[in-house]
């Protein structure tokens, strides 16, 4: 054997490696287009279903390519595919090409034992040489030779004595160089495991004297190695190794100070514990600061310190990185922000903070622990929309926290929430959210009422999906569908991370580690054990809102992967709703420029023309036929008596009309977009858009304003809809709105904010737009003067304590300077000449600034017809 | 400014994130904070209103249920849930400030 073996030199083996290396590459590219055809397959097969269903359930089905432009959606789908492909698909395509690959090795293999005469040509079998070459069993001499080579015991264990002799064979024959990382990495392994080991005994020494170990074995060796890097070589060798020993070194020490201060905290609970009885009750369960020990401090400072350092570690790799890539420094810059809120966020907040809590909950009575468990449990089993609720709910005081509101002077979080929904300047979707969340998780009320909030938050919820209406071109709609693709990928890879980290330390699961329920980790975010863990859960599925596939195009179906509880619609309850033969076709009016009122009756009349039989109609158009107009209007949200801003605003060729399956919609001329109102089973959506004054009267109203007149200057192409009550076919009355009230079309995007938000100077003339320009600037001179230094620090600053939600609400008190008790003064009084509350920062959205809020307002009291009482 | 009372929008410069990343982030955050309420709600609820609840999950109860139970059997609910909140801002705030910037 020896003698045929050293017929095999160094450049014949390299030579073998070279042409495996061409096998492989040929199998990867063979891969690639079987991932092809797969991709290929799976498009056509959607597209065959597609051709199937009827043509809404398609549009709902694919709406990134409806609102795409037909070139971007042309480019998009590849990847869109790439996402939503079945895995049947793919892991036949993988089977196919590893069975090329395994055949190819095993017909290289057979060439190679031909070659050397290790096999008998003819009858296939093996020579003498070969069967003596191969040994019985792993002497100890050999698993010495492979753990000198870097083969931990459980690799060594895994060797079949034929593996084992070929491995010291050729790697130590031919002298074939052993990366050292490989050892150390192994070792470093092996030291791991040691130390979980120590960890699970609780043996503090033994897990100190481990870590020194590592410290001076690894964080030495990285040193070292960072030496000779800098000499001068030709080819420089790649740093990644020593980075991953510092990672791995950076881990275990991270998982070290969490033990340790998990250790501590456990005892002092304990110890508390057992004197406190009745006091945990005044405390409410929370320890004062004066409480806690220093040296319980100290370690979770430590703590915190290190998990600084592992995110600081992160985010210089992503940042040598990106500079390694093509991007430019711009697009550098963000995609390093998006990892540290993404990545590092999960990694070393949520991530920790889980971890934590497990180790916490070690020290919980084996009923609390159950419960505790249940209570994970209970919340995985929620879909997505509910997490949302939930999340947007306790995350509420985080909002409020985060633009500096105070909770407690509001009288609590259920107070604030009330609050900002009373006055409605929740500024943004997640503002709104957050008080609606709170709303509907708390508050008691009828199911009838709940089940349309939920409705209403879904919607909302969903619009805050994805969309692309504020993209303003081509190349920016692009780029956020790129984006939007890497933030997916991000986010399977930061799964994936997770998924790892948790199966690696299951035993640190909540409840899981002593529940009966063992097997689900539950040190990562509930939601992501759930796509991991589908099965486990049954999950009682809430009905998918209807959701009109062109309001929200790019609204993302999660990937299938990622959402597997949530991906099947709910069928609809056939027996309770049957569905309606489709013997009423679609009835369509515009918008009268008499009003609302007078559009429905309009409806009413057409389908009074085309049905005599009312009685075969779905059951959503007898109902609209039986309710009065004016009525029905408010319904709709087409008429709000109680509000200065009374009637609904839309530009005239809007239209208004039912389906043939009974669904009332509006479309809006301006965006394109349809607007469900009532769907066939009868919920209602109500009209969340544009309002105006039209009877100027700047109050609330019961009685619908009786008259108006025609202004010759009323703009040809635009009119708004006040609610008129207005008989068909009566006389004399005649409605429309003169060029003051006829604002100008809303901006696509601005329905997203309180209709009372939305003043952004659109719907004013130009003649008032100067007037507003002028009045602002006026009234800065006569507050300011020559002294601008003051405005010019707080116009227009971001500082939590300088926006204009803080300025307003600061007490004015004796020593306060006039600069700012003017400021104080003049902000309140826009308040309350125009009711607009500056809009307050939340998690995602900055707070107002001062002239932000000056302007809006004073825009505001220009529609208002108000602007002399600002007039300072 | 104190990087701790720095508004977390500038840490994490959330407002660049895309809706569906910022959607994320608060169910993230919310899992968080619901973990960290149920270990203090926990401690203080009396035997019998843990059997009660036990039932309540049991029974799968809705989210007004299993929220409206915890209001009404843990004093000063709302309070844990605000001093969760604020915690974990502070925790988010101070760890996140030192990083990238």
Known sequence: MEKESKKLNREELLREQAELARIIKESTEALNEAKKTADALQARKEKAKAEEKPAEAVEAEKPAEIAQPAETAKEEKPIIKEEEIEEDEFEKAKRIIQEQIKKTAEEESKKFDEKHGFINKETEKPTEKKVASIPVIKTRDMRQQLADLGWNKEERGKLTPEEAQKIITEQKHFSLPIKPENKEEQTLQQYETKLKEAMKAGDTEKMEAIQNEIDEKFIKTKEEKAEPAKEPTPKEPAPEPAIKLEEKGLQIKLDDARNKYAREYKKFMAERKKGAGIFKKIFGGKVPEKEIPEDLKKLEQEYDKTAVEYGKKMYADKEAELKNSKLSPEKQKAELARYKANEIFTKIIVEEQSRLNALKAENLPPKEKGIIRKSLDWYLKQNRFTKIAISTALSTAIIASFSGGAIAAAGGIAAYAGTKLGRGIAGSIIGQGAAKAYDWIFKEKSAEKRKLEEKELQKLFAEQSFDTSLAKNKKEYAEILEREKRAKRQRLITKAAITLAAGGLASYGIGYEVGAGAGVPHDVPPEQILEEHPVEHPIVEQPPVEQPPVEHPIVEQPPVEEQPVEQPPAEQPTTEHPIQEPTFKTEEVEFSSRGAIQTIDNLKEQIHHDYPDISKAPASVQEFMNTDSTQEAIKLGFYNPDSPSESMFVLKGSTFSFDEHGNLSYHDIKTGEDHMLIGEQGDVEKYHGQMFDSDKSGIGTDIPPAEYTIEAEAPADQYAVPPQESPVGQEGNQYAVSSQESPVANVAGEEKLASDQVSSGENLTPEQMAEVKQTYDDNINHLFGDKTTFWDNVKDSHQVNLTADKMMHLRIYEGLNEDTKNLVSYLNKLHEVTGLDPIEGTLITPAETNSEFIKRALQKAAEMGQLDKVNL | ?101
């Open chain 2, 1 to 101: 400014m104190n990087p701790i009372q720095k508004n977390i929008i500038e840490i994490l410069e959330l407002d660049k994130l895309l809706p569906e990343e910022q959607e994320e982030f608060i169910i993230r955050t919310g899992a968080v904070i619901y973990q960290n309420v149920l270990m203090r709600a926990m401690e203080t609820m009396s035997e019998k209103d843990q059997d009660d609840f036990e039932k309540i999950l049991d029974n799968n109860g809705s989210p007004q249920e299993i929220f409206g139970f915890l209001k009404d059997k843990v004093p000063d609910f709302e309070k844990i849930i605000a001093e969760e909140a604020e915690k974990f801002k502070i925790k988010t705030s101070d760890i996140m400030s030192q990083i990238g910037n």
